[in-house]
DNA sequence: TAGTGGTCTAGACCACATA
DNA sequence: ATGTGGTCTAGACCACTAG
């Protein structure tokens, strides 16, 4: 085949990196860097093939990553597609929350507060900032059916973040991360959560309309954008009497 | 190419199913039946192809999905195996209790009881089987470093797990799904777990030295192998004050 | 009808492990 | 040296969607 000269050769590296996963890394840069919104994307199989010199089923197996990641999504006939936080099918991707009978249901969110704050050393670490950065707290109740579920705090890059507020807050409808995807550019890749219980202080007690020491999981959680960039720190009292959490190991 | 008498043709048939599919479904059927014991697969990308008579893209598509699904673990250079719970690789793929501090570390267990029993509705219900049925109830203690931390109770069908005594669980090392599936030929695929936070009641209380209503996490699982027959029922009271469990969404 | 993703082929060569 | 998995090609055809 003819040379690539924006890539690597084949064999002529001391380490060696299939080609597949560096046009994957363009791509992602090129997510990264907004060049392509949510909606469709602008390379076909074809013409990426030329674009980058390589055949179609090398860029083929970068895509099949890119869907296995969740950053893409492909349906057949139409195209392929920057994923976003909008459509049905993500919606559950990061709210394991669901009642113990019936199926899962959209939860409502009620905002409680949002202010600018500085980041104590613990969120400050976990979002790879210096400590007393100015990060963004918000805090919310989650409910299913009118009924108060879930406390959520959350603390966010004031640098990325700008400009978030309560009215902006309660102005969205929707998933929250579809709002930082759109509102924000920030577009949530990934997640690490530590689940404990433990008893509900006064705060979360009176939000859920609990009595004080009742069990309630503790569900924290740093999440992750583009390039494994930690940018939210969220930790959320869940009231687990009807509800629970549910995980699928695989 | 020549013909595939033993598959169905490409587009004959009213519902398409892929070639590769196919032939992952033979395969998963000889791995149901213990064609293959875990260890070295009698199967190499040239032989199949052969065997099927298709080409080796789509063998290896075949592999790659049973890969993906943790079923065979590929070697480059040696080969591909039938996957076993006794690999470090998969320690923590069913074990999600870790430190709070420090590395995960590998957990020792004390089996507390093992006996038969009749499933009563739910455990009967979960596992497939009518209310009443010969079951096998194994109550264990999980520990980390000495400290008592999940207080676990296990339902599995006796007309699997035919034999399975206590003296069997002490003689064992290593993860007892390494054990069902050596002694038992039964191997855990994949779980679903439901988690809440509740207070601990008297046994799980005594087992764990803590006081009667203290916050623990109730980590509800179901155990699911080939052909997604459930053959487990877990339920584990762990303790996390300096545990806890996590978990990644992506 | 055209364009997209999905499958499949036959063969080549590279990377890695083992004997 | 041999055999394994891993990558890559160039092209073909099928399945699906939309104009």
Known sequence: MSAN?????????????????????LLVSSLEQGEWKPGELEFARNELAGRYHVSQGTVRKAIDELAGENLVVRRQGRGTFVATHQE??????????????????????????????????????????????????????????EVPVV????????AIFKGLTAERLAAHHGPLYGLFESEFGTRMIRAEERLKALGADADTAAALKIDRGTPVLLVDRVSYTYGDRAVEVRRGWCLTDRFHYRNALS
Chains 1, 2 share one sequence.
């Open 5 to 25: 000269p924006d890539l690597l050769g084949k064999s002529r590296t001391a380490v060696f990196t299939p080609l597949y996963k560096q046009i994957k890394q």
């Open 151 to 158: 406390l959520d705090d959350l603390w966010l890059p004031a």
């Open 88 to 145: 049905p099918r993500a919606q559950f991707r990061f709210l394991r929350i669901v009642p113990d009978q019936g199926e899962p249901v959209a939860a409502h969110s009620r905002f409680l507060s949002c202010s600018r704050a500085r980041a104590d050393a613990e969120v400050a670490q976990r979002l790879g900032l210096r400590s007393g950065a100015a990060v963004i707290h918000v805090r919310r109740l989650l409910s299913f059916d």
